[in-house]
């Protein structure tokens, strides 16, 4: 509020007090022989108290009591080269551009050579340690620390994580820890009273809360995730938090902010627990992450599309584009067809396609109900997998180790299409060699001495094998450099 404003408040403040002191005095003090004052009969409505709709405002103190032990404080280090940021970090810089002010969100640390510094949340969902988080909150880092809520601090292994759902799993050397109860986000309707818990700033087990304002969010860098906006007021450190519901049951993984000023304006979104859960069962038992494919493009039907295909509402999934020899493709799916339902759930919006089909197996049968031409098909779609996205810690080359120093990953089919690279592998994290050299977090590894990289396994073959000095070839924001390394 401007200093202008602020005036015009008091003196309109100042006004009412006045007129409202004048007649209070002006009838306290009024001697006994004037004339009575006029008697001013006030409306019958203005004498009776205003009904208020709907019911009190929940006590949440129980819930908080209940949970606080559940949720944790992680902090993460490593090491970064000045100016360098991964696509997945935790933290957001000044000169950052995410579309829409979207950001993902972990407590702000240092920058330049010296080590580099993270907070998040996390919240425990077995007795044994294990423990849920976001992947950006741990992605990269050399070091994950878990601290309790009673002081005590562990050590974490990262079991896995996924970038495409950002979910990462963490586990601890303990036993006999409190855990959150899970429920469901998909029992949850708009208006209801959410509560989050978590360490903003740094600030541990704060408690915030607010309403669900929307379901099924489709975000820039969430194609896989089914969004729960919310207006809780979440925060830097926040990241990878509890959303319980009023029962006391976790509903979601706070996620993402929308951000001008990379603080809380407003709108927060977070992972629903169904998506988290599936990710944690799938790297608890297999150590890596399979989601379904159709191999289609897709984009939202307006009103005017809907007109154009002659549909009754504007509805369902447009297919734009078939990917040659994908499931949909064999299925006979075309460009200009319209996927109104999968497996008998309706389609109403084309972002709820690929949140249904990612959490399908792969081998299962899809029955879509497509619009061709005037009428409704029936389609059976064998669904396919993606490559795997990320494998278990264990699998992952670690950054610390070996001649290059870097830790990488596969490449993401999005990734694939964004940056136009048909073969390569993602750095996530640097040091040694490859950090000397100026390789730097988020850069693809294209080719090594002029050998095309297609998986982690031969790059490291590669470097094994390689004598003092490698040309390593690298794909930077669509734009390829060779970077000379020392391997020493």
């Given at each position: 509020?401007?200093?202008?404003?602020?005036?015009?408040?008091?003196?309109?403040?100042?006004?009412?007090?006045?007129?409202?002191?004048?007649?209070?005095?002006?009838?306290?003090?009024?001697?006994?022989?004037?004339?009575?004052?006029?008697?001013?009969?006030?409306?019958?409505?203005?004498?009776?108290?205003?009904?208020?709709?709907?019911?009190?405002?929940?006590?949440?103190?129980?819930?908080?009591?209940?949970?606080?032990?559940?949720?944790?404080?992680?902090?993460?280090?490593?090491?970064?080269?000045?100016?360098?940021?991964?696509?997945?970090?935790?933290?957001?810089?000044?000169?950052?551009?995410?579309?829409?002010?979207?950001?993902?969100?972990?407590?702000?640390?240092?920058?330049?050579?010296a080590?580099?510094?993270?907070?998040?949340?996390?919240?425990?969902?077995?007795?044994?340690?294990?423990?849920?988080?976001?992947?950006?909150?741990?992605?990269?880092a050399?070091?994950?620390?878990?601290?309790?809520?009673?002081?005590?601090?562990?050590?974490?292994k990262?079991?896995?994580?996924?970038?495409?759902?950002?979910?990462?799993?963490?586990?601890?050397?303990?036993?006999d820890?409190?855990?959150?109860?899970?429920?469901?986000?998909?029992?949850?309707?708009?208006?209801?009273w959410?509560?989050?818990?978590?360490?903003?700033?740094?600030?541990?087990?704060?408690?915030?809360?607010?309403?669900?304002?929307?379901?099924?969010r489709s975000?820039?860098?969430?194609?896989?995730?089914?969004?729960?906006?919310?207006?809780?007021?979440?925060?830097?450190?926040?990241?990878?938090?509890?959303?319980?519901?009023?029962?006391?049951?976790?509903?979601?993984?706070?996620?993402?902010?929308y951000?001008?000023?990379?603080?809380?304006?407003?709108?927060?979104?977070?992972?629903?627990?169904?998506?988290?859960?599936?990710v944690?069962?799938?790297?608890?038992?297999?150590?890596?992450?399979?989601?379904?494919?159709?191999?289609?493009?897709?984009?939202?039907?307006?009103?005017?599309?809907?007109?154009?295909?002659?549909?009754?509402?504007?509805?369902?999934?447009?297919v734009?584009?078939?990917?040659?020899?994908?499931?949909?493709?064999?299925?006979?799916?075309?460009?200009?067809?319209?996927?109104?339902?999968?497996?008998?759930?309706?389609?109403?919006?084309?972002?709820?396609?690929?949140?249904?089909?990612?959490?399908?197996?792969?081998?299962?049968?899809?029955?879509?109900?497509?619009?061709?031409?005037?009428?409704?098909?029936?389609?059976?779609?064998?669904?396919?997998k993606?490559?795997?996205?990320?494998?278990?810690?264990?699998?992952?080359?670690?950054?610390?180790?070996?001649?290059?120093?870097?830790?990488?990953?596969?490449?993401?089919?999005?990734?694939?299409?964004?940056?136009?690279?048909?073969?390569?592998?993602?750095?996530q994290?640097?040091?040694?060699?490859?950090?000397?050299?100026?390789?730097?977090?988020?850069?693809?590894?294209?080719a090594?001495?002029?050998e095309?990289?297609?998986?982690?396994?031969?790059?490291?073959?590669?470097?094994?094998?390689?004598?003092?000095?490698?040309?390593v070839?690298?794909?930077?924001?669509?734009?390829?450099?060779?970077?000379?390394?020392?391997?020493?």
């Amino acid at each position: 509020m401007n200093s202008n404003t602020l005036k015009l408040t008091a003196g309109a403040a100042a006004v009412v007090a006045a007129l409202t002191g004048a007649y209070t005095i002006g009838h306290a003090n009024a001697p006994a022989s004037p004339a009575p004052a006029a008697q001013v009969t006030l409306p019958a409505a203005i004498n009776q108290p205003v009904p208020v709709a709907g019911a009190a405002l929940p006590d949440m103190s129980g819930i908080v009591a209940r949970n606080s032990a559940s949720v944790v404080n992680i902090s993460v280090s490593g090491t970064r080269k000045a100016g360098a940021r991964g696509p997945r970090s935790p933290q957001f810089d000044e000169d950052d551009s995410i579309p829409d002010f979207l950001r993902r969100f972990g407590a702000p640390h240092n920058r330049g050579d010296a080590p580099a510094r993270g907070l998040g949340s996390g919240f425990i969902v077995s007795p044994d340690g294990t423990i849920l988080t976001n992947a950006h909150v741990v992605d990269g880092a050399e070091e994950v620390m878990v601290k309790l809520s009673d002081k005590r601090e562990f050590k974490a292994k990262v079991l896995g994580l996924d970038t495409a759902s950002d979910v990462a799993v963490l586990k601890i050397d303990a036993s006999d820890l409190p855990t959150v109860r899970i429920g469901s986000a998909g029992n949850t309707r708009v208006g209801e009273w959410v509560l989050a818990i978590g360490s903003p700033f740094g600030f541990e087990s704060s408690a915030s809360a607010g309403i669900v304002s929307a379901f099924s969010r489709s975000l820039p860098d969430g194609s896989y995730v089914p969004f729960i906006q919310t207006d809780v007021a979440v925060n830097p450190g926040n990241s990878g938090g509890p959303l319980f519901n009023m029962a006391g049951e976790v509903i979601g993984i706070n996620s993402q902010i929308y951000s001008r000023s990379g603080g809380y304006q407003g709108l927060s979104f977070a992972i629903p627990i169904e998506v988290a859960m599936n990710v944690e069962r799938q790297i608890v038992t297999h150590g890596k992450v399979q989601r379904g494919r159709l191999g289609v493009a897709i984009q939202e039907v307006n009103q005017s599309l809907a007109d154009s295909f002659g549909l009754k509402k504007p509805a369902g999934a447009l297919v734009g584009s078939v990917e040659k020899g994908s499931p949909a493709a064999k299925a006979g799916l075309e460009p200009g067809d319209v996927i109104l339902s999968i497996n008998g759930k309706e389609i109403a919006s084309s972002n709820e396609l690929p949140a249904i089909v990612s959490s399908m197996k792969p081998g299962e049968q899809a029955k879509l109900q497509v619009w061709r031409k005037g009428e409704t098909r029936p389609f059976d779609v064998e669904v396919g997998k993606f490559a795997d996205e990320q494998v278990a810690s264990n699998d992952t080359p670690d950054a610390g180790k070996g001649r290059l120093g870097v830790a990488v990953r596969p490449l993401t089919p999005e990734e694939q299409r964004r940056s136009d690279v048909s073969n390569g592998v993602v750095v996530q994290n640097v040091t040694g060699a490859a950090a000397r050299a100026g390789i730097k977090p988020g850069d693809i590894v294209v080719a090594v001495n002029g050998e095309a990289i297609s998986s982690t396994e031969q790059l490291r073959d590669l470097i094994n094998k390689a004598g003092k000095r490698i040309a390593v070839l690298v794909d930077r924001g669509n734009a390829r450099i060779f970077i000379p390394v020392e391997l020493g």
